[in-house]
């Protein structure tokens, strides 16, 4: 008799941590959740420089991705076939114009982020604006 309690009792817990667990989101664990490139800011916390420079990173992925009607993991992944993702192919131009889109829109977002964000984005806008643009133009 002790030992059916016990098998009853052990039944009940089971089946209230899986009632438990499927109210708490069980059923979604694992799924991506992906934000939409067009209206998210880049949710890095990260202080200083580096923070900035990641932000500034992210901000522009974001811009080419919105520009591109996707999402920005599926951008990044689309330019690695062995990623084994559904593949998405752009003509040169419209890859062109995203990326100097989104770094506009990186140098804008940075810029908007005070004093320290202004000089930053400036820097970085000579830093990695100037070379795109040179890059885009000689490669195409």
Known sequence: MRHRRVLGL???????????????????????????PCTSKPAFRGGGLDGEVQRFALSG??????????????????????????????????????LRYGFRRSFHDLEGRGLAGFIIGHVLEVVVGA???FFLDVAG
């Open 10 to 36: 052990l039944l009940a817990a089971a089946a209230v941590l899986l009632v438990v667990e499927l109210s708490l989101g069980a059923i979604g664990f694992g799924k991506p959740h992906l934000a939409d």
């Open 61 to 98: 992925l974001n811009g080419a991705a919105c520009r591109l009607h996707t999402t920005r993991e599926e951008l990044v992944l689309s330019f690695v076939p062995a990623a084994g993702t559904k593949r998405v192919r752009w003509d040169r131009q419209t890859i062109e114009d995203a």
């Open 131 to 133: 070379p795109l643009d």
